[in-house]
Nanobody, 127 residues
Framework: QVQLVESGGGLVQAGGSLRLSCAAS????????MAWFRQAPGNERVFVAA?????????YSDSVKGRFTLSRDNAKKTTVYLQMNSLNAEDTAVYYC???????????????????WGQGTQVTVSS
């Protein structure tokens, strides 16, 4: 059974950085898309970034483009990292890792396209 485990969340001051990790197990992911979503209290879960495991192409929401970088661990082949720089209070949320088999590009930013989710990790940015 596919499992995703996120780590790396915490409390950071505005302008600081964090790196989130998502470790996948229980399957093969060579043909998967992996993504990060986030959900602030009272808000919907929204797309942050995605990576196609085959090819390594990355996609970002406008709100994080230029500040966040999503990468994969080519050695482990089952771990992705979200490097978050220049954090601000609006980045405060629970961050979720998700995966599913390769999907249409138009579906990447839709949370309903993903069948497997991690438990989430809290990121809090103090201003």
């Amino acid at each position: 059974q596919v499992q995703l485990v996120e780590s790396g969340g915490g409390l950071v001051q505005a302008g600081g950085s964090l790196r989130l990790s998502c470790a996948a197990s229980g399957g093969t992911f060579n043909n998967n898309d992996m993504a990060w979503f986030r959900q602030a209290p009272g808000n919907e879960r929204v797309f942050v970034a995605a990576i196609r495991w085959s090819g390594g192409h990355t996609y970002y929401s406008d709100s994080v483009k230029g500040r966040f970088t999503l990468s994969r661990d080519n050695a482990k082949k089952t771990t992705v990292y979200l490097q978050m720089n220049s954090l601000n209070a609006e980045d405060t949320a629970v961050y979720y890792c998700a995966t599913n088999q390769r999907m249409a590009l138009s579906a990447l930013r839709n949370s309903r396209s993903y069948g497997y989710w991690g438990q989430g990790t809290q990121v809090t940015v103090s201003s």
